[in-house]
């Protein structure tokens, strides 16, 4: 009977991409049966929310470079610091839908679609990692690594939680961005695609963000090292350099308003950021056409006035920026909100608070380590540029992963590679030693070695330590039912007229966008320190004192036409240091003060209130109504 062999899944190429087709397909549909009936009835999370009501900007002629939003903290506004290349992709879905569907299906399919789409780059990143990882320093292959690897891709859906439908914000796309400029800069030889892509795919990926500014770095830094050490190097680094440079400037030219090319900011790519990258990417383009026949001494001598040219670009346009993206961020925001903001959490207070989350999240990492020791028994291994990259951003992924845990899915994505090229290489020896059908054993170990299994021992360890360590078998009070992020709770604020300026807590801000026509004077972006401070104030406040630094005065001193409450949300963090007598406090407990009018029911999960008109003032008990009241006598 002729043997079962592991398929090539790898070359040609094009069997690749096919593959994580498959892959994408796969879970799509998996994903979209889940939760495509969710999406009528939620936005997804702030940024989410957000999002749509830009893209909804675009679709109803909002100007492309009119990016100064007047319905958050008016009369100020902001100038918020996300990519327009985001809305744009997003919009130019909604209008292709929309030739075969009407408005609300089409922009319902495209929150359906978007985040899937994005799956495929993802995907086939990884899968050509898996290949790269599986090469050995004699020219053979593991050909069970991308298999593996595959299917890992489509069991362990903890990959995708920045890839479920409706979850159109910035991330996905930053984080395929990366993985695809990682599996570009890992390939070997002489021919270029790989540095094209690699350079490519940073800048498209530092134009929609800066979130993998630092593991981006790194990838241009190996790159450029391998050319101090190898002048065969030069033609690839050549191409990296002039793809970055050429990428990055034209994002920066397309997304940003021609008034605003000469701004700096630490948040987003603008005028200091893209000036520095731009130089960075000649610099090393010029190292490798200039000293490609120089000795390693002079390359690397290059190559470093590159790096100190770079750095003094960055540092001259706007030095403040060293201190980080939130260099810009007023101090007066971060005590009540940005320190509490949950995808900043460093990932021990995750534990804490969610250890099943995070035993899951932290497994394949942890994984992939033992899986690099494997792989790099065999000195060549260790040798091997693609390792040592490897193992270099996988390392830095985690480290930010622990101090932020939006960042550990970095890591995931990166060990999913590591663990099946290392899983497949154990494969390959069993099949050398024993004589054993490879197809065989590289199913065996692909099952017994995804992280799933792990994971999921993990949390069930967790649990039940957790439920012998408890003192009474009670259950818990279930916590109230928490609807203030879905549609239907925005109906009675969007009924109220006129529209307004909305006083809430600073969650619901983009929600009150995107669900009615009226402003918001907070929502959680830092660029609207401004509004954040003033709702503070106004919700800190006493909710009955009759003076100037009361609530009601400071409500209407601001235009306040409407106060919305959530209820469920009354033990958040945003409520910390807020006295009892608080507007805030008084809402939470159901006690709203005389001055606000309620718009709905009672038990409604957002409570809207109206701001009642000013009582007249009072008239002075010596004057009468028809003389000095009128006529300013006495």
Not at 68 to 80: A, F, I
Request: with cysteine; aromatic share 8%.
């Amino acid at each position: 009977m002729p043997r079962l062999e592991t398929p090539d899944l790898a070359r040609p190429r094009w069997r690749l991409l096919a593959t994580a087709l498959a892959v994408t397909v796969f879970v799509g549909i998996v994903m979209g049966f889940q939760e495509a009936k969710g999406l009528n009835s939620a936005l997804g999370d702030t940024d989410d929310a957000m999002r749509l009501v830009l893209v909804r900007g675009l679709l109803n002629g909002q100007g492309w470079w009119d990016q100064h939003l007047m319905r958050l903290q008016p009369p100020v506004g902001v100038y918020m610091h996300w990519s327009r290349l985001l809305d744009g992709g997003i919009a130019l879905l909604d209008r292709v839908f929309a030739l075969f569907v009407d408005g609300r299906t089409a922009e319902w399919l495209t929150r359906l679609i978007w985040p899937i789409l994005w799956i495929f780059p993802a995907g086939a990143a990884t899968l050509a990692l898996a290949d790269r990882l599986g090469e050995r320093a004699d020219g053979t292959r593991s050909l069970g690594a991308v298999p593996i690897a595959a299917f890992f891709l489509v069991s362990n859906f903890v990959l995708y939680i920045q890839f479920h439908p409706g979850r159109i914000d910035h991330h996905d796309v930053q984080m395929t961005c990366f993985f695809l400029a990682l599996a570009g800069a890992v390939q070997r030889g002489p021919r270029i695609g790989g540095a094209v892509l690699a350079g490519a795919a940073t800048g498209i990926g530092l134009a929609v963000g800066l979130e993998a500014l630092l593991f981006e770095a790194l990838i241009g830094a190996a790159l450029a090292l391998r050319f101090v050490f190898d002048d065969e190097d030069a033609r690839p680094l050549r191409a990296y350099g002039l793809a970055l440079a050429g990428t990055t400037l034209a994002a920066f030219c397309i997304q940003t308003p021609p008034w605003r090319w000469t701004v700096a900011a630490c948040d987003a790519l603008a005028f200091n950021s893209t000036a520095a990258i731009v130089v960075a990417g000649a610099a090393v383009a010029a190292s490798a056409w200039l000293t490609r026949s120089r000795p390693a001494v002079i390359r690397f001598a290059a190559l470093g006035l590159g790096a100190i040219l770079t750095a003094a670009t960055y540092v001259l346009l706007d030095k403040g920026c060293l201190r980080g993206p939130f260099a810009d961020v007023d101090p007066a925001i971060k005590s009540f909100w940005l320190v509490h903001v949950k995808e900043m959490r460093p990932w021990p207070v995750l534990l804490k608070t969610e250890p099943a989350d995070a035993l899951s999240l932290a497994t394949a990492p942890l994984m992939a380590l033992i899986g690099l020791a494997w792989l790099g028994r065999r000195r060549a291994t260790r040798q091997d540029a693609a390792f040592r990259l490897t193992l270099g951003v996988l390392l830095m992924t985690m480290t930010a992963g622990f101090s932020g845990v939006r960042m550990i899915g970095y890591a995931d994505w990166i060990a999913m590679a590591v663990i099946a090229a290392a899983a497949a290489d154990l494969a390959d020896g069993i099949v050398r030693r024993h004589g054993r059908e490879s197809l065989i054993v590289t199913t065996i170990l692909g099952l017994l070695t995804t992280p799933v299994t792990p994971a999921a021992a993990a949390v069930w360890t967790q649990k039940t330590l957790a439920g012998l360590g408890q003192k009474s078998s009670q259950p818990k009070p279930k916590a109230a039912a928490d609807h203030c992020f879905q549609t239907f709770p925005y109906r009675d604020l969007a009924k109220a007229a006129p529209p307004g300026l909305v006083l809430s807590e600073i969650d619901l801000g983009p929600f009150i966008l995107a669900h009615t026509n009226d402003s918001a004077l907070a929502a959680p972006y830092h660029r609207m320190s401004w509004g954040m401070v003033r709702a503070r104030d106004a919700l800190s406040a006493d909710a009955d004192a009759d003076t100037d630094r009361g609530a009601e005065a400071k409500t209407r001193a601001l235009g306040v036409a409407y106060v919305l409450e959530c209820r469920a949300h009354g033990n958040h963090t945003d409520r910390i240091g807020m006295a009892p007598a608080s507007l805030q406090k008084r809402l939470d407990v159901g006690k709203p003060p005389a001055w606000l009018e309620r718009l709905n029911a009672p038990n409604a999960p957002l409570e809207v209130y109206r701001v009642r008109p000013p009582s007249p003032p009072r008239a002075h008990p010596w004057t009468s109504p028809g003389r000095g009241a009128a006529s300013g006598r006495p």
